[in-house]
């Protein structure tokens, strides 16, 4: 069983500034089926990024995604108000899908 | 428009059963994956399963095989999730989404607002 370890479990930034999340995979899970997504507090999580780097629909170019193999990183470059929430990995590469337990990204 | 509308909030006692529902529109219900994922209060998320209403073929978390039933209802468009005895650590938020791609296991691209069940005695 694939593990996603997301560490550390709190980020503090202010906004305007860059953030780096990390996701880690217990193996090898390629460069393709990982996703990023977001949760705000009272909300559904809402799909960030796909395929490791590919951004859904209506998500704005400051979030990137990058990786492979093992180590997985989201990429905020300028963090707007909206933009501060809990965020999650996710490996979709077979029928057994697994989250890692979240990044939340705070105001320092 | 893509559109996942789950049943309302539960409240029910341990050992009781329950079934909630989780109502698509807006794309082709047979052909892309469904799947469901639970939030413990103040907790991360965690996958459960996820079904292909096409033919009924469902994958669950080694964590909640026999915990629960997914299920489909192709004439209406609509999956479930039921418990046949709640504990009280079922306590949850229960969401359901739609995988991106038809007939893919890919991320989850449309969630519902999700379903709180509250378990207590």
């Known amino acids: 069983e694939i593990v996603l370890t997301q560490s550390p479990g709190t980020l503090s930034f202010s906004p305007g500034e860059g953030a780096t999340l990390s996701c880690r995979a217990s193996?090898?899970?390629?460069?393709?089926?990982l996703a990023w997504y977001q949760q705000k507090p009272g909300q559904a999580p809402r799909l960030v990024i796909y395929?490791?780097?590919n951004r859904a629909t209506g998500i704005p170019d400051r979030f990137s995604g990058t990786g492979s193999g093992t180590a997985f990183t989201l990429t905020i470059s300028r963090l707007e108000p909206e933009d501060f929430a809990v965020y999650y990995c996710?490996?979709?590469?077979?029928?057994?899908?697994?989250f890692g337990q979240g990044t939340k990204v705070e105001v320092k | 428009e893509v559109q996942l509308l789950q049943s309302g909030p539960e409240a029910k006692m341990p050992g009781e059963s329950l079934r909630i529902s989780c109502k698509t529109s807006?794309?082709?219900?047979?052909?892309?994956?469904l799947a469901w994922v639970r939030q413990r209060p103040g907790k991360g998320l965690e996958w459960m399963g996820i079904?292909?209403?096409?033919?009924?073929?469902?994958r669950y978390s080694p964590s909640f095989e026999g915990q629960v039933t997914m299920s489909v209802d192709k004439s209406i468009s609509t999956a479930y999730l039921q418990w046949d005895s709640l504990k009280a650590s079922d306590t949850a938020m229960y969401y359901c989404?739609?995988?991106?791609?038809?007939?893919?296991?890919?991320?989850?691209?449309?969630w519902g607002h999700g379903t709180m069940v509250t378990v207590s005695s």
């Open positions: 989404a739609k995988v991106r791609r038809a007939g893919r296991h890919d991320a989850f691209e449309f």
């Open positions: 807006g794309f082709s219900f047979s052909i892309y994956w």
């Open positions: 079904i292909f209403p096409g033919d009924s073929d469902t």
């Open positions: 193996e090898d899970i390629g460069s393709v089926s």
């Open positions: 395929d490791v780097s």
């Open positions: 996710q490996y979709y590469g077979n029928s057994f899908r697994t």
